[in-house]
Structures are given as structure tokens and as C-alpha cells.
């Protein structure tokens, strides 16, 4: 089974939040209309390993 999580909503580098930081699940950011990165997204990597 894969888990697909949002990564989250505050917008900076090393802002990825649980759930989305278990090593099982697949985290997701938000895109805009032009299908970039969303502004608000939140952006690995998980600052407890790196990864």
C-alpha cells in the first residue's frame, strides 16, 4: 500500500510536516495554474535526516 500525503502549506525549504515525513509514505506538493511549484507548498527535505 502507498500513502500519498501533502507535504504541507507554509512555503519554505525543510518545512515538510507529518504525516508526509514517514519514511512509507509519498509526500506531494502543490502546483499553479502553469504547473510550478505553489508558492504556499511546503518543500523538503525533512530536517530530522536529510531525506
Known sequence: MLFVVAAGNYGEQGTVASPATAAAA???GAVDGADQLARFSSQGPRTSDGG
Open 26 to 28: 509519498l509526500a506531494v
